[in-house]
């Protein structure tokens, strides 16, 4: 049999494809992110720069009825731009709403879309400019199949949480299948991060302890992912520091612009970590119980978070350790084994601390919900950067601690 060069060629160019280079990683971030206190002043200038002419602004309907979104629309217009105002996400995005959503930026011919709010609208403006043009199912969408779009995106975050602002990655709603689905590629990166602590002075206490322990969450699960890489670890390394510092003093008294400025870059910090470097089992669970029982998402990772650092600890104590140096509760002549469980501690005795709740009792859910719940976050893309492999059945195991309120034995 002879092969021809061109053959030969083509072979060689698939075998190069498929090579993975030793310890390299790709690492994706908005091309401008814009930060300070009252910085949405100068939002029309940087969309001119992008080359925005109209703007399809995509707002939280209670920012938007609270005036949160009055800044930004006197700067677009100010600056020459035009302005159509999409003002319809209540609660967590899903698949109708987007559907709206698409509607009104066809109607509109905006070509930037930017989204205002907290993780619910800034998801929601992440996918109506990305995947307007798919039609089949959100679960059919291919992971990372996203790699472009026809108009530019930004985001400004009004909470600091869920790093939407900074991440290749939205979760919506499938109200056929009554699941969260988590949509992710290059195209979902916003163009601009735009993070002004000022937006976010008159957020609830409540509301600034769950986002605050949505971005813990995001920090040291990316922190102790296996597909982290050396910069992601260490934007989540330092999110970490800066959070534990600034998110009482947050939730105790959110009129503090300098904790507020802390906790928003906080966020950003952990949205890059963790858009580079995935996350974990304790998202994978929380975006069926989140679906489920309508458990907000920060509220669902605080619950979840201290169980499945314990059951993660047999493969990545190392790792953990180094999360107790981060969160201040390792002392000189600890073991690796003691901070680590030092670190578990800290993160239970935290989400106590900010009023969140420890246990899944009163939620709605039984005991028969398990397999199905357990089933589902198997599928969960999240799940691909957990530290330690995992079962069915042991995510019904932790569920069953979860329920009851009790860490496992050595962590109580």
Same mark, same amino acid.
């Given at each position: 049999?002879?092969?021809?060069?061109?053959?030969?060629?083509?072979?060689?160019?698939?075998?190069?494809?498929?090579?993975?280079?030793?310890?390299?990683?790709?690492?994706?971030?908005?091309?401008?992110?814009?930060?300070?206190?009252?910085?949405?002043?100068?939002?029309?200038?940087?969309?001119?720069?992008?080359?925005?002419?109209?703007?399809? +602004? /995509?707002? #939280?309907?209670?920012?938007?009825?609270?005036? @949160?979104?009055?800044?930004?629309?006197?700067? !677009? &217009?100010? $600056?020459?731009?035009?302005?159509?105002?999409?003002?319809?996400?209540?609660?967590?995005?899903?698949?109708?709403?987007?559907?709206?959503?698409?509607?009104?930026?066809?109607?509109?011919?905006?070509?930037?879309?930017?989204?205002?709010?907290?993780?619910?609208?800034?998801?929601?403006?992440?996918?109506?400019?990305?995947?307007?043009?798919?039609?089949?199912?959100?679960?059919?969408?291919?992971?990372?199949?996203?790699?472009?779009?026809?108009?530019?995106?930004?985001?400004?975050?009004?909470?600091?949480?869920?790093?939407?602002?900074?991440?290749?990655?939205?979760?919506?709603?499938?109200?056929?299948?009554?699941?969260?689905?988590?949509?992710?590629?290059?195209? +979902? /990166?916003? #163009?601009?991060?735009?993070?002004?602590?000022? @937006?976010?002075?008159?957020?609830?206490?409540? !509301? &600034?302890? $769950?986002?605050?322990?949505?971005?813990?969450?995001?920090?040291?699960?990316?922190?102790?992912?296996?597909?982290?890489?050396?910069?992601?670890?260490?934007?989540?390394?330092?999110?970490?520091?800066?959070?534990?510092?600034?998110?009482?003093?947050?939730?105790?008294?959110?009129?503090?612009?300098?904790?507020?400025?802390?906790?928003?870059?906080?966020?950003?910090?952990?949205?890059?970590?963790?858009?580079?470097?995935?996350?974990?089992?304790?998202?994978?669970?929380?975006?069926?119980?989140?679906?489920?029982?309508?458990?907000?998402?920060?509220?669902?990772?605080?619950?979840?978070?201290?169980?499945?650092?314990?059951?993660?600890?047999?493969?990545?104590?190392?790792?953990?350790?180094?999360?107790?140096?981060?969160?201040?509760?390792?002392?000189?002549?600890?073991?690796?084994?003691?901070?680590?469980?030092?670190?578990?501690?800290?993160?239970?005795?935290?989400?106590?601390?900010?009023?969140?709740?420890?246990?899944?009792?009163?939620?709605?859910?039984?005991?028969?919900?398990?397999?199905?719940?357990?089933?589902?976050?198997?599928?969960?893309?999240?799940?691909?950067?957990?530290?330690?492999?995992?079962?069915?059945?042991?995510?019904?195991?932790?569920?069953?601690?979860?329920?009851?309120?009790?860490?496992?034995?050595?962590?109580?």
């Amino acid at each position: 049999m002879t092969v021809s060069s061109n053959e030969i060629a083509s072979i060689v160019q698939q075998t190069l494809q498929q090579y993975q280079p030793y310890r390299g990683f790709t690492f994706r971030s908005p091309s401008i992110t814009v930060t300070g206190g009252h910085c949405v002043n100068q939002l029309g200038e940087v969309l001119n720069e992008l080359g925005a002419t109209h703007v399809l +602004l /995509v707002a #939280d309907k209670v920012v938007h009825q609270l005036g @949160l979104t009055k800044g930004c629309e006197t700067a !677009i &217009t100010f $600056a020459g731009l035009g302005l159509t105002v999409f003002s319809d996400v209540d609660g967590e995005p899903d698949s109708t709403l987007i559907a709206h959503g698409q509607t009104c930026l066809e109607q509109s011919n905006a070509d930037f879309v930017l989204g205002i709010g907290g993780g619910s609208a800034l998801d929601a403006a992440k996918a109506i400019a990305v995947i307007g043009d798919y039609r089949g199912p959100l679960t059919q969408l291919k992971v990372g199949g996203i790699a472009s779009r026809r108009v530019g995106l930004g985001a400004i975050p009004t909470t600091a949480g869920t790093g939407s602002e900074v991440t290749d990655i939205t979760v919506i709603k499938d109200i056929t299948l009554d699941i969260k689905v988590p949509v992710k590629g290059p195209a +979902l /990166v916003p #163009d601009l991060a735009l993070l002004d602590p000022a @937006l976010m002075l008159n957020v609830p206490a409540g !509301i &600034t302890a $769950a986002t605050g322990i949505d971005t813990l969450t995001h920090a040291i699960e990316s922190y102790v992912s296996r597909l982290s890489n050396p910069l992601s670890k260490a934007y989540a390394y330092h999110s970490i520091e800066t959070l534990i510092k600034a998110l009482p003093i947050a939730v105790g008294y959110g009129h503090d612009m300098d904790k507020r400025y802390d906790m928003a870059v906080a966020a950003y910090k952990a949205g890059l970590a963790f858009s580079n470097a995935g996350l974990g089992l304790t998202h994978a669970i929380a975006h069926q119980i989140g679906a489920r029982y309508h458990l907000a998402h920060g509220v669902a990772n605080a619950i979840l978070l201290p169980y499945v650092m314990a059951f993660n600890a047999l493969s990545c104590e190392a790792g953990y350790a180094e999360v107790a140096n981060a969160l201040g509760v390792s002392r000189e002549g600890m073991t690796s084994r003691e901070k680590c469980r030092a670190a578990i501690l800290a993160v239970r005795q935290l989400v106590m601390d900010l009023g969140l709740p420890t246990s899944l009792t009163g939620v709605g859910m039984t005991e028969s919900d398990f397999p199905q719940l357990a089933e589902q976050a198997m599928k969960d893309i999240c799940l691909q950067g957990n530290p330690r492999q995992v079962t069915p059945s042991q995510i019904i195991t932790l569920l069953k601690q979860v329920m009851g309120g009790q860490l496992p034995e050595g962590y109580c």
